[in-house]
């Protein structure tokens, strides 16, 4: 059974920085693509970036391109979010999630089938 288990949220002024890190277990990862999404209150799940075990190719929404940088661990099992210059829309809790295999999306969470319980992220401005 996959397991996923992130830490690393908190409060952080606006321009601040965190990194989010997500613990995943009880699989071979190698063909797995493993993302984070985040939901505000009152609004819809949202992707932020996906990586690619295999080969590390990574993907990004709009909203956070060039401040948020995405990455793994494959000897610890560990996929990192880097969040540099926070704004206060970043807030949420954010969502580390999971998939083997390709899929048609990197961007929508349907296609996720593993979700951890989640980390909040607080901006003040």
């Known amino acids: 059974q996959v397991q996923l288990v992130e830490s690393g949220g908190g409060l952080v002024q606006a321009g601040g920085s965190l990194r989010l890190s997500c613990a995943a277990s009880?699989?071979?990862?190698?063909?797995?693509?493993m993302a984070w999404f985040r939901q505000a209150p009152g609004k819809e799940r949202e992707f932020v970036a996906a990586?690619?075990?295999?080969?590390?190719?990574?993907y990004y929404a709009d909203s956070v391109k060039g401040r948020f940088t995405i990455s793994r661990d494959n000897a610890k099992n560990m996929v990192y979010l880097q969040m540099n210059s926070l704004k206060p829309e970043d807030a949420a809790v954010y969502y580390c999630?999971?998939?083997?295999?390709?899929?048609?999306?990197?961007?929508?969470?349907?296609?996720?089938?593993?979700w951890g319980q989640g980390t909040q992220v607080t901006v003040s401005s």
């Open positions: 990586i690619r075990w295999y080969g590390g190719t990574t």
């Open positions: 999630a999971a998939r083997r295999g390709a899929g048609n999306s990197y961007y929508s969470d349907y296609e996720y089938n593993y």
């Open positions: 009880g699989d071979t990862f190698s063909y797995y693509v």
